[in-house]
């Protein structure tokens, strides 16, 4: 059984920051490309940050230079460190894990944890 369970959730000011972290479990880690998503409220679901198998690393625009992404693949966990939040990075994150066997995906996704940026 797949699980992904995100922690580190909070209500912070802006300006501050918070780190999440992802538990997987039921997979073999280290050959997923694994990712943050986050939907805020109205909003669709957007990527926030990738990091693939080989450490290569893609963020969104919006968190370019605040966020950083990186994964610990002797214990199964993928981080998100979140510097200098805005309100606008209010929404619940979530955790995802992809990999594509002959061009067929195989997807997971966690259950969210929820960040609310207010004063």
């Known amino acids: 059984q797949v699980q992904l369970v995100e922690s580190g959730g909070d209500l912070v000011q802006p300006g501050g920051s918070l780190r999440l972290s992802c538990a997987a479990s039921?997979?073999?880690?280290?050959?997923?490309?694994m990712g943050w998503y986050r939907q805020g409220p109205g909003k669709q679901r957007e990527l926030v940050a990738q990091i693939t198998t080989g450490g290569n690393i893609n963020y969104a625009d919006s968190v370019k230079g605040r966020f950083t992404i990186s994964r610990d693949n002797a214990k199964n966990r993928v981080y998100l460190q979140m510097n200098s939040l805005k309100a606008e990075d209010t929404a619940v994150y979530y955790c995802?894990?992809?990999?594509?066997?002959?061009?067929?995906?195989?997807?997971?996704w966690g259950q969210g944890t929820q960040v609310t940026v207010s004063s």
């Open positions: 995802h894990a992809t990999r594509s066997v002959r061009g067929v995906p195989f997807d997971f």
């Open positions: 039921g997979i073999i880690f280290s050959i997923y490309n």
